[in-house]
């Protein structure tokens, strides 16, 4: 099985920083790794797919990177709106994994 | 417009039995890859299973032999059926196309309690 490593798990910072969330994958998954939004009551958003595509509708401060088994995902300037969770998922393969999560909160 | 919408979430015992449905409009499930995840309270995502377009099945292992995925092409609607339940099957159970689509159901609550 895939396992997925996604750090921090809690990242505290202010609007207008710039930051960065890594998934590293147990094996590689070439580029096969989404990363998604997702806030208390509400199902996961897709923000990036295919490591580094940027979904329709998402701000283009969101930018992801990465192949093979390390991947990051950048916020250029945090936003009120950005405060959430985020989740790294590999479909490399017919099963999907997903990474712990990082908590960005408000410092 | 595509939707997904789960029902059949609620409250059952330690080893019982319980049947979600995710109902879709907007596309056919026939030939989809269809998935559930799930979510524990305050936890994070969980892949259950998926049904591919030619019906084969996976699941993980927290759940292999005891949930089913199926589809009703005539109904366009998704199940899981869900035996043997145990109190760490409790979590909010979401229906979810490919990731490109990114189109997910609102989520069903199933909770595993005596």
């Known amino acids: 099985d895939i396992q997925m490593t996604q750090s921090p798990s809690t990242l505290s910072a202010s609007v207008g920083d710039r930051v960065t969330i890594t998934c590293r994958a147990s094996?590689?998954?070439?580029?096969?790794l989404a990363w998604y939004q997702q806030k208390p009551g509400k199902a996961p958003k897709l923000l990036i797919h295919?490591?580094?595509s940027l979904e329709s509708g998402v701000p283009s401060r969101f930018s992801g990177s990465g192949s093979g088994t390390e991947f990051t995902l950048t916020i250029s300037s945090l936003q009120p709106d950005d405060f959430a969770t985020y989740y790294c998922?590999?479909?490399?393969?017919?099963?999907?994994?997903f990474g712990q999560g990082t908590k960005l909160e408000i410092k | 417009e595509v939707q997904l919408m789960e029902s059949g979430g609620g409250l059952v015992q330690p080893g019982g039995s319980l049947r979600l449905s995710c109902a879709a409009s907007?596309?056919?499930?026939?030939?989809?890859?269809m998935n559930w995840v799930r979510q524990a309270p305050g936890k994070g995502l969980e892949w259950v299973s998926v049904?591919?377009?030619?019906?084969?099945?996976h699941y993980a292992d927290s759940v292999k032999g005891r949930f089913t995925i199926s589809r009703d092409n005539s109904k366009n609607t998704l199940y899981l059926q869900m035996n043997s339940l145990r109190p760490e099957d409790t979590a909010v159970y979401y229906c979810?196309?490919?990731?490109?689509?990114?189109?997910w159901g609102q989520g069903t609550l199933v909770t595993v309690s005596s």
């Open positions: 049904i591919s377009g030619a019906d084969n099945t």
């Open positions: 979810a196309r490919k990731v490109e689509d990114d189109d």
């Open positions: 998922q590999q479909y490399n393969s017919y099963w999907w994994t």
């Open positions: 094996q590689s998954i070439s580029s096969w």
């Open positions: 295919k490591a580094s």
């Open positions: 907007g596309f056919t499930v026939y030939s989809e890859y």
